[in-house]
Each structure stands twice: as structure tokens, then as C-alpha cells.
């Protein structure tokens, strides 16, 4: 007859087997968290859009009735640019189409009759709406981890003008012409590669820049001169 083995017994077994089990569970599961996922998570990339601001003063040319107003006067421009992606090489280059809105305001004394000073203010207010293709180039942080990204833009460029004496507008009008411009841009991504991919899985931003843009614009003849060649910085994204 078999004899019943104690419960104290089938315990201490059971424990034992449970110990023995412990470093290799705790092995497997080391061995886990230490591979790479085979993927990262990438979102899809549409747009890339920078906002912007830098000193703007017309180039009047002959004309000194804007130094004569607002010689010490330089804005800023203010300005938000977003382009779609029309094309995308992987890890080399963009072909974007786009535009971009500002504004920049100037104030001064205005004059009397007499040619004096009075006590009322004179503005005079841009409002530039520019459409582009772009250009874009980032094989340099994508390729080789050297952050800088070079971009070269033209389009055309439509600046609605207005001046004002108190609460009385003066004049009013379009200004039109081609733009010209480029940019090179920080890329930010590659000093911070993880917050990178952080922003892209929570919010859809695939990448970060600091962008330096000079630009030129010059209106037609046959419209007031208030086009010149100028900088912009500001901070982008593409998304």
C-alpha cells in the first residue's frame, strides 16, 4: 500500500521548484527587454510650416517720404509660411509648393500744413502674401548627422499697403513682384534624437528646425517700392 505523502512536504517541494524556476524566468525576461524593436514608429509627413519674424524696411529708392516718416522705424516683419509636400526622396531631399502671410507696422509723427509736427500719428501697415515652390534639402543630418538643411524658394509676392493719419486712411494699394529667397535651418533632430521620436508618436511631428531665410522682393514699376532684401528667423516643423 502507497504510503500519502504529507502536506508539509508537497509545500516545501513546491517551493523549492519555484526557486530553482526564478533566475531563468528573470533571464528570459533580461534577454527580452534588451532587443531593439525591429521598427520604430514613424507618422506620416505632409506639411512643413515656420513661424518667423525679423527687422523689414522698405528700399524706396529715391523716394525719402519713408525715412522722412519712419526712418527709425523696422517693423518687425512677422510672417507664417506653410508649404505641402508635392515630393519626398527619402533622407535626401523635398520638393514643396506653398505660401506665406505677414505683417509689418510702422509709426510716425505725422505733419502739419506747415510742414511741422503734430500731435496725431502717421502708420503705415504691410501685409505680404507670397506663393512659392521650394526646394528643400536634408541628406547632410539624415545621412551624415551634420544638422544643417538648405533651402532655396521662388515665387510670387502680393503686398497689400496702407497708410493712415489718426483714425483716417490715406492711401491704399498692392504692391507685386517676385520673390527669391533662402533659408538654411538647424536641424534639431540630430542633437536629440529620442525627444525627437518622442514628438513624433505623441504628437506627429516628425522633425524640428531653427531656420535663418534671407529673402528678396522686388515689385514691378509700376508699383509702390516698398519691396527689400532682408532676414528672417524663427522655428519649424515638419508634420
Known sequence: MMRTMPPSWLLVLGTFVALAALPELAHAQLDDDLIPATKSFVSPERFIVVFRGGPYTPNTGSDKTFKTFYGGDSGPLLDLELNAIALRVPKVLYVNVGGSVGMASYSGRA??????????????TINPLVAMGSLRIDALPRLLKVPFIFTGKAGWEWAHWSTGTGTRTDATGWSVGPFYAGELALDLDTFEPAAARSMDEEWGINHTFIALEIYHFAPTSKSL???ATAWLVGLGFNF
Open 111 to 124: 505733419l502739419g500744413p506747415s510742414g511741422t509736427v503734430v500731435s496725431e500719428k502717421t502708420t503705415f
Open 225 to 227: 517700392p516698398i519691396g
